[in-house]
């Protein structure tokens, strides 16, 4: 199939999705999960009408901003290492995978100008996924204070890998509920107005539980390199 002809099925389900929960479809922002794909695949995305691409290596992010010109946003979804911070942060429009001090104090020493972040939470507690748990959240993001170069923009989680739909609601409606938790804190560094969740197999629950980045790799550009 084609990226556009997977992009107008994506566009009808989100559609749906927002129209059973009460939602403008226009709140959702879809990133193109380019990470296993050609940059000849990742152009037919942007071709298609995607502004947004998804990487989480550095190498593959810099291979692919190398020959794609095109003014789109990049988002860096991988687990980021502190040592790999001064190759990226320049490069990207958004990291999604802020879950520790370390790496909080490198994005402060090594940027420039303001890093919009998302906070990855673990809500599901998988030990093979990387994230806060649910009660270090708030703590964390009060630390970030004095981190002129932080901006919180929201929260990010990873559902568990299931078929369980009820499972899969409760974690995206838990980090929604967190998302409220900390913009009741009102604190000017952390609007926290997005929520990063739901990937290609929920990411139409995740619509419906306030998604407003869902990240779509395989039902999109699919997975071959």
């Known amino acids: 199939m084609t990226v556009l002809h997977n992009l107008e099925q994506i566009k009808q389900n989100i559609a749906e999705a927002c129209k059973r929960a009460g939602r403008n479809p226009n709140e959702v922002n879809i990133i193109a999960v380019t990470k296993y794909?050609?940059?000849?695949?990742?152009?037919?995305?942007?071709d298609a009408g995607v502004q947004h691409l998804g990487e989480n290596r550095d190498q593959g992010l810099h291979a692919k901003?190398?020959?794609?010109?095109?003014?789109?946003?990049?988002?860096?979804?991988?687990?980021?290492?502190?040592?790999?911070?001064?190759?990226?942060?320049?490069?990207?429009?958004?990291?999604?995978?802020?879950?520790?001090?370390?790496?909080?104090?490198?994005?402060?020493?090594?940027?420039?100008?303001?890093?919009?972040?998302?906070i990855?939470?673990?809500?599901?507690?998988?030990?093979?996924?990387?994230?806060l748990s649910l009660d270090e959240v708030i703590p964390f993001i009060e630390s970030l204070h004095d981190f002129s170069h932080i901006q919180i923009v929201g929260l990010m989680t990873m559902a568990p890998h299931t078929d369980d739909q009820a499972l899969l609601r409760h974690c995206f409606h838990t980090l929604k509920q967190l998302q409220k938790d900390v913009q009741a804190l009102q604190l000017a560094y952390a609007p926290c107005t997005e929520l990063s969740m739901g990937m290609s197999n929920d990411y139409e629950i995740a619509v419906e539980e306030g998604a407003t980045y869902i990240r779509l790799?395989?039902?999109?550009?699919?997975n071959e390199i």
């Open 37 to 46: 794909v050609s940059v000849e695949r990742a152009k037919e995305a942007i």
């Open 217 to 222: 790799g395989t039902t999109l550009v699919g």
């Open 120 to 131: 990855q939470v673990n809500v599901a507690e998988e030990q093979s996924k990387h994230g």
């Open 65 to 118: 901003q190398e020959v794609i010109t095109d003014p789109v946003n990049w988002h860096f979804i991988g687990s980021l290492q502190t040592r790999k911070v001064k190759s990226v942060i320049h490069d990207i429009d958004y990291l999604h995978s802020l879950d520790r001090l370390s790496l909080a104090e490198e994005v402060q020493k090594r940027a420039s100008d303001t890093v919009k972040c998302f």
